[in-house]
């Protein structure tokens, strides 16, 4: 696809980079002519995904290491000179029934899912408020207002992604800061391959079949539908959208 620049000028940090949303979001932001920090764990394949993209500096950091806010944003600062988008992508999704919660895993989700957002965002309002028109994007999920077998910790952290965001934009608004998430229904993604890979392959076929069913648009997710929420989100014509919760899962989930 060729820039066609609706993001000229702007320069953005997104998280969750290595794969699934987070890759198809930086390979779009870029065609639109952003600068963008990318990030994912050490270990992941972002150099592999990002490394030969010129308006790309690849970050490899947990973004749950205390020095993730300053690494990340001083890679924007250092490199770009400016931050005007923050793309709160990076979760993780362990299975797990309620009854069958491992020690740590609980804490680990929520700080992954819901803590680094909040720490990020934090220490990026300075230079988001100095853009003039920031913005703050954060990954939630139809389990924001729904749950779902075996996901306790997961769904636990999407719901508070949705206070989290709904709190930003009440407090951020004021200086010219616009915090909204996004709630993706059944997306094919690694996240969602770790989920389904616990499954037998008939559970599988069925599972994804009732997903691509249960849409009205008759199909699964993919990255880039994602991905283009959060270019709508990011554009300075959607400064008056603030506090929402996009949903982009096909209508699956208007339907019983």
Same mark, same amino acid.
């Given at each position: ?18 794969? %699934? ?5 930086? &390979?779009?932001?870029?065609?639109? %002519? ?16 990002? %490394?030969?993209?010129?308006?790309? /500096? ?5 973004? &749950? ?15 770009? %000179? ?56 954060? =990954? ?11 996901? &306790? ?7 508070? /992604? ?10 951020? @608004? ?14 094919? =993604? ?38 283009? @929420? ?22 699956? &989930?208007?339907?019983?």
């Amino acid at each position: 696809m060729p820039k066609e620049n609706r993001l000229a000028g702007k320069v953005a940090i997104i998280t969750g980079a290595a794969s %699934g949303i987070g890759e198809a979001t930086v &390979t779009l932001f870029t065609q639109q %002519g952003c600068k963008v920090v990318a990030n994912d764990i050490p270990g992941s394949p972002l150099e592999d995904c990002h %490394g030969n993209n010129p308006d790309v /500096v690849c970050i490899a950091k947990d973004v &749950t290491d205390e020095d993730a806010p300053d690494a990340l944003i001083g890679a924007a600062i250092d490199n770009f %000179g400016r931050l005007d988008i923050l793309f709160n992508n990076a979760g993780v999704c362990p299975p797990e029934p309620i009854l069958e919660q491992s020690p740590g895993q609980w804490e680990h989700v929520l700080d992954v899912n819901v803590g680094s957002i909040n720490r990020l965002t934090l220490a990026a309002v300075p230079h988001l408020q100095a853009s003039g028109n920031g913005r703050v994007i954060n =990954t939630g999920s139809i389990q924001s207002q729904i749950a779902g077998e075996t996901l &306790t910790a997961y769904t636990t952290s999407k719901h508070a /992604v949705a206070g989290l965001t709904k709190q930003q934009a009440l407090e951020l @608004g004021p200086m010219g800061i616009t915090a909204n998430f996004i709630q993706p229904g059944f997306v094919v =993604t690694g996240i969602s391959k770790g989920y389904t890979d616990q499954m037998t392959a008939e559970e599988k076929d069925e599972f994804e079949a009732y997903w691509a069913n249960k849409a009205p648009v008759g199909r699964l997710g993919q990255p880039i539908d994602i991905a283009n @929420g959060a270019l709508f989100l990011s554009l300075d014509s959607s400064n008056f959208v603030n506090g929402i919760g996009l949903k982009i899962d096909g209508g699956a &989930t208007m339907r019983l």
